[in-house]
T-cell receptor, first 112, second 113 residues
């Protein structure tokens, strides 16, 4: 129940294309769902986050779609750029705690 | 703000030696987290502190691992004795807003030979 399942493990997208990464969870107590971006040699950095009271959140080229009934959420990167090439992690936490459960990560490569 | 500062960036040590990793959180942040990242297991939460008090250490692998936070601006993660399977990148992160985003440090890459 504590797991967050992330797919795909790796993704190759052409420049200008849409990158889509999916995550699924089981624990309905989770109420905060962030996405982190990690470049080689760096720590993960918060990209965008959503709470389950909304179905979508957009920040620039990055959009989170959230499906509460299916217990799934996804990250969409529009107009993907080579600079977006990184590893992306979804995560979930439940109210009142600071404890994130991270997905296993998706290595994205955007071809120029 | 300088962000979360970790030291050293790289550590190579021999099996059986003591290793101490250090972290300075962002000033004003009241929560601090230690994570370990490996290819096999991904990002694992080892322990977290709230207002310098350890709240959950259930992720600490075994008694060889210990963590302290003597004040709001400093934390250590110690491994004694170290083993090759401890080789990983260890991240420290801090947070201010409950349930909000973490800020991670750049990590310490530990290699135990």
């Amino acid at each position: 129940q504590q797991q967050v399942k992330q797919s795909p493990q790796s993704l190759i997208v052409q420049k200008g294309g849409i990158s889509i990464i999916n995550c699924a969870y089981e624990n309905t107590a989770f109420d905060y769902f962030p996405w982190y971006q990690q470049f080689p040699g760096k720590g993960p950095a918060l990209l965008i986050a959503i709470r389950p009271d909304v179905s979508e959140k957009k920040e620039g080229r990055f959009t989170i779609s959230f499906n509460k009934s299916a217990k799934q959420f996804s990250l969409h990167i529009m107009d993907s750029q080579p600079g977006d090439s990184a590893t992306y992690f979804c995560a979930a936490s439940k109210g009142g705690t600071y404890k994130y459960i991270f997905g296993t990560g998706t290595r994205l490569k955007v071809l120029a | 703000d300088a962000g979360v500062i970790q030291s050293p960036r790289h550590e190579v040590t021999e099996m059986g030696q003591e290793v101490t990793l250090r972290c300075k959180p962002i000033s004003g942040h009241n929560s601090l987290f230690w994570y370990r990242q490996t290819m096999m297991r991904g990002l694992e939460l080892l322990i977290y502190f709230n207002n310098n008090v350890p709240i959950d250490d259930s992720g600490m692998p075994e008694d060889r691992f210990s963590a302290k936070m003597p004040n709001a601006s400093f934390s250590t993660l110690k491994i004694q004795p170290s083993e090759p399977r401890d080789s990983a990148v260890y991240f420290c992160a801090s947070s201010l807003i409950q349930g909000g985003g973490y800020t991670f440090g750049s990590g310490t890459r530990l290699t135990v030979v």
